[in-house]
């Protein structure tokens, strides 16, 4: 049976990775899963310095998922690089660098900084909702996220994943700008902008007020994104959104992903990943299936 | 020690005040488990699926046995206060660094608990060898834990309504017995731990508080749990420490609060 797939040139052992911000860079989740059986483990946001992120609460709980206000906390690209990128490379998994900045050229510092360190991909966040500056304003108009996109590549060594938000009107239109300025790739859903009101103490439930959401209640409306995108751009692209096992995982790919995230779930079970790796190779050897790729876009009307 | 995500079984469960449970889990985490720590409690609803933080009250190393002393105060602690005798709940630990017993042990030390801050005072109690003056604050004459922190120092209580024990908050009872200290541990809530810090840094004298903050992975990887610090530290870079791993216990003048 064979569960490789190939994103830009880049092969991974099979279609599950991390997604940014849920897993660190992997050494936290490291005591309770084999980091050497992921497909691929996509970091935290890096900047080019320091970020402190926002005030706590950070996060809160909502019916089926949750809401978080981090705010990209990150140690910087310099002690990244020093600290994050030995410790993946020990492993056998791609490393794919989540990238935030408050302006393009933050983005491209960052970009550039990463070029010789043997990284495989890169994936640009210009979707979080928690940052007043930088990231989703590049993320929420056809000719930001085209103009951004160009200029990082321009400056890019490794292949570039744009990573999407589901805060805009039309995903089908930011997925092909996205592909038209150059991206070998997409990511997507981002985290739902949402909020929580507590009506005991009547304050908000986050510091920031608004987060994102994410968890398995989310699932739907990513499934249906990333059907959406993958149907408008010939570009890979990455499913996640609420995926919590190989099932969730599977729906994905049957929507067009090449690959899928999981995030949240990570909270929910520290075994999540694993277990959606096997999942999978159930799923498939139930179905007779050789091929990990014949499940991409498989969906039938 | 590696954490682990495992199934716990219920050895018993009791309500002990108003809105307070006595729960004893199964579990071989207890053998690991050091003053201070805390595990997190999963709840079988799956609309609820972010781990509970919960502090260790009492381990039980020989009959690998926790004992959880919690409030519900939502969704989550209430579906934990159904469980019954031989039921099963999914935990994860053991997490966070505990109280540091060495800065204590052989000096005047106070042991201070507010609410449901009080619970894991009780191991400390147990564990630490010093003289002890184990120091308590309830809203009102639901006073629980009380008897079996006497068996550990001298226990002073105080009460928000004045039914038992000095009127105020647990500062009230340190000025009307005269007491004194060379270190103190607390745990409680945020007013409470900024009086402790503001008397430590009077005083001259060390306190190790343990903080709580809403988290959600509980093992260091979403940053959700962050507290200001005076120094930056090694991990994050910026002035935020992870609650969940750098803490729980933090020595005041180290943490903003």
Same mark, same amino acid.
Request: glycine residues 14%; contains cysteine.
């Given at each position: 049976m064979n569960t490789k797939v190939t994103i830009a040139g880049v092969t991974l052992q099979n279609p599950v990775m991390t997604a940014s911000g849920?897993? /660190?860079?992997g050494m936290e989740y490291g005591e309770f899963v084999?980091?050497?059986? &992921? /497909?691929a483990v996509v970091t935290k946001g890096v900047a080019n310095v320091p970020w402190a992120g926002? =005030?706590? =609460? *950070?996060v809160a709980e909502v019916y089926g998922g949750m809401l978080n206000?981090?705010? &990209?906390?990150n140690p910087g690209i310099d002690v990244f690089i020093e600290r994050d990128i030995p410790f993946l490379k020990q492993y056998q998994t791609k490393i794919i660098v989540n990238v935030c900045g408050k302006t393009v050229a933050d983005y491209i510092e960052v970009v550039e900084k990463l070029g010789?360190?043997?990284?495989d991909m890169l994936e640009i966040n210009v979707?979080? =909702?928690?940052?007043?500056?930088?990231a989703i304003a590049f993320g929420q108009k056809t000719d930001a996220l085209f103009d951004i996109t160009s200029q990082i590549k321009k400056h890019a060594v490794q292949p570039v994943i744009m990573k999407l938000s =589901?805060? +805009?009107?039309d995903i089908s239109e930011m997925a092909r700008a996205a592909e038209a300025a150059g991206a070998d790739a997409i990511s997507l859903i981002n985290t739902l902008t949402g909020m929580k009101i507590d009506? @005991?103490? *009547?304050?908000?439930?986050l510091a920031n007020k608004t987060g994102g959401m994410s968890g398995p209640a989310i699932k739907p409306i990513a499934v249906r994104m990333v059907y959406q995108a993958a149907s408008a751009v010939k570009i890979p692209v990455i499913g996640m959104g609420g995926i919590c096992n190989a099932e969730d995982a599977i729906e994905f790919l049957l929507a067009g992903a090449s690959a899928v995230s999981v995030g949240a779930a990570n909270f929910f079970n520290p075994y999540a990943t694993e277990e959606i790796v096997r999942g999978i190779e159930a799923y498939m050897e139930q179905y007779k299936i050789e091929d990990v790729k014949e499940l991409i876009g498989a969906v039938q009307s | 020690m590696q954490k682990k995500k495992l199934t716990a079984t219920v050895k018993s469960q009791q309500k002990i005040a108003e809105g307070i449970y006595d729960l004893r889990l199964s579990t071989e985490l207890a053998a690991e488990a050091s003053v201070g720590q805390f595990i997190c409690l999963y709840p079988k609803?799956?609309?609820?699926l972010l781990p509970r933080p919960i502090s260790i009250c009492e381990v039980d190393k020989d009959k690998e046995t926790l004992r959880l002393v919690y409030r519900v105060a939502g969704k989550g602690t209430a579906e934990f206060s159904g469980l019954k005798e031989g039921e099963t709940v999914e935990i994860l630990g053991n997490l966070g660094n505990g109280f540091p017993l060495e800065k204590g042990a052989g000096k005047r030390v106070f042991i201070m608990g507010g609410g449901i801050g009080i619970p894991p005072m009780l191991e400390l109690s147990k564990r630490l060898s010093a003289e002890k003056q184990i120091i308590v604050g309830y809203r009102? *004459?639901?006073?629980?834990?009380k008897e079996e922190l006497e068996q550990n120092g001298s226990v002073y209580v105080a009460t928000e309504d004045g039914s038992? /024990?000095? *009127?105020?908050n647990v500062m009230d009872a340190i000025r009307e017995n005269g007491l004194c200290a060379d270190v103190i541990y607390a745990c409680g809530p945020m007013p409470m731990l900024r009086a402790i810090k503001g008397y430590a840094q009077e005083k001259g004298i060390p306190a190790y508080i343990s903080l709580e903050e809403h988290m959600a992975? /509980? +093992?260091?990887?979403?940053?959700?749990?962050v507290v200001k610090t005076k120094n930056i530290d090694? @991990?994050? @870079? +910026?002035?935020n420490a992870r609650i969940c791993t750098d803490g729980p216990v933090f020595e005041a003048g180290e943490v903003d609060i």
């Open positions: 849920t897993f /660190g860079s084999d980091l050497n059986k &992921l /497909g926002n =005030p706590t =609460p *950070r206000a981090i705010g &990209l906390q010789d360190t043997g990284v979707s979080c =909702p928690n940052v007043k500056e930088g =589901p805060n +805009v009107t009506i @005991h103490k *009547r304050t908000f439930a | 609803d799956k609309s609820t009102d *004459r639901d006073t629980f834990l038992v /024990g000095s *009127r105020g992975c /509980g +093992v260091g990887a979403c940053l959700g749990c090694s @991990h994050s @870079h +910026v002035n």
